[in-house]
């Protein structure tokens, strides 16, 4: 006989899995949803069904360990990065992963989401960095996942899609609603010529009205990014110019290209630019400067 607060969670994954299909978050029977029962049992939906049609009978119960202890079908293959999650964040009840296509798009690219943009999501999220490839339903993935996970509540897994985690199912599934929503406005501005960044004085306003609003933060902001850790991020790293007379800076990419007059067609939109204002180019992309350079030299 399950528990009021388990109807609850089972009622929850089945809205959670909904919405996602609904928004296309995610396609036929990707993507997956967990949440803690007690200090021994998690429920998870389970593996190749569409989980824009689920119903609660079907969830399954497994331990920490992910053995199956109750539930006529089985549990998705990556539940693993789901237990990985759980064993790093004790603050979190619950993990939501699925494909929302602009966001994996920049998954796939290799953009991650740092750059301080969106006063909201600088309050609720922070920074989303890409975990590294792994095979999915394999101990890649988690491995990948482990770095992040304690400071961060959501990440893009590269070439695969998003994963976040929250005190429930639902604030769970909001946090992807987030990303994919960031992801849209991120792509649009990169389109219409280039994103105006968000102090990093103000980041640090922002950053202090989390207390205000309820809303715990997993790390604190990088001063520093080299002291992010390597292993294990202990801090966020956010993309967040210097500038105490301004709130908003111009991209320093965009200004790099817009003062290159001709040759700024030879940097691509993606150029690295590191904070301190370093540029770094491909040799493909040094060599096609050079030679548009050389060309309108000789006309």
């Known amino acids: ?36 029962l007690d200090d021994r049992r998690l429920i998870a939906t389970p593996k190749s069904v569409c989980k824009g049609f689920m119903t609660p009978d079907m969830m399954v119960i497994v331990d920490y360990d992910g053995h199956k202890l109750a539930g006529e079908r089985d549990p998705s293959t990556e539940l693993p990065m789901h237990l990985e999650i759980y ?3 004790p603050d979190a009840n619950a993990v939501v992963h699925a494909h929302p296509p602009v966001a994996t798009g920049f998954a796939v690219a290799g953009i991650p989401l740092t750059r301080a943009v969106l006063a909201e999501v600088i309050t609720t999220l922070g920074s989303i960095p890409i975990a590294a490839y792994g095979t999915p339903s394999t101990s890649e ?37 987030t990303i994919e929503h960031f992801a849209k ?43 992010a850790g390597t292993d294990q991020v202990v801090c966020q790293v956010l993309e967040a110019p210097e500038s105490p007379a301004q709130r908003l800076v111009p991209d320093v990419s965009l200004a790099l290209r817009q003062a290159l007059g001709p040759h700024r067609a030879s940097l691509r939109d993606g150029v690295e630019v590191s904070r301190d204002g370093e540029i770094r180019l491909t040799y493909g992309e040094l060599t096609a400067l050079i030679a548009d350079a050389v060309k309108t030299l000789k006309d």
Request: with cysteine; proline share 4%.
């Open 1 to 36: 006989m399950t528990s009021r607060a388990e109807e609850q969670i089972r009622a929850d994954i089945v809205e959670a899995g909904r919405r996602l299909y609904a928004r296309a978050y995610i396609a036929s029977s990707d993507g997956n949803i967990s949440a803690r």
């Open 87 to 89: 064993r790093n964040r």
């Open 141 to 177: 993935l988690p491995e990948a996942v482990r770095k992040y996970i304690k400071a961060h509540d959501g990440m893009l897994l590269a070439n695969h899609g998003a994963v976040t985690c929250g005190r429930d199912v639902l604030g769970a599934y909001y946090k992807m609603e």
């Open 185 to 227: 406005i991120s792509l649009v501005a990169r389109l219409l010529g280039g994103e105006h960044l968000i102090s990093r004085e103000e980041v640090e306003r922002l950053q202090g009205l989390r207390g205000i609003y309820g809303i715990p933060a997993p790390a604190p902001l990088c001063a520093d990014p080299s002291d």
